[in-house]
């Protein structure tokens, strides 16, 4: 059986300037950034119990999206579904879903420290 579980938050945020965006939210939540972010991406230093926090450039109107890590994405998204939510889209090797309350999260694969 595969495993998951919480993995951290992601503030969406829709601008046109990520950094002063990720500038913010590191003071607001004082996590100062990381160095070697991917584009549309910047990674706060790990949180409380090492939550995983990033500010992502987004289209669509700011939110706070959480992401849920599984050793076995398709599993997971497959037992996300039996409780009622449903896949949106798939990014890279993720899934976007909704659930049934019309929030967004994604399913990500764990990652090994």
């Known amino acids: 059986m595969h495993k998951s579980g ?3 938050f992601i503030i969406d945020c829709e601008t046109d300037d990520l950094d002063a965006a ?10 100062p950034l990381q160095a070697g972010s991917d584009s549309g991406y910047r990674k706060l230093a790990d949180g ?7 500010v992502q450039q987004v289209d669509h109107p700011s939110r706070v999206h959480l992401d849920i890590r599984a050793t076995d994405v398709e ?8 409780l009622g939510a449903i896949p949106v889209s798939r990014v890279k090797d993720w899934v976007v879903m909704e659930a049934p309350t019309g929030h967004r999260f994604c399913v990500v694969p764990a990652r090994e420290p």
Request: charged fraction near 30%; hydrophobic fraction near 45%; aromatic fraction near 8%.
């Open 48 to 54: 409380p119990g090492g939550m995983g926090i990033e």
């Open 75 to 82: 599993a997971e998204v497959k037992r996300l579904e039996g």
């Open 22 to 31: 990720a500038r913010f939210w590191s003071e607001a939540l004082r996590l």
């Open 6 to 8: 919480l993995a951290g």
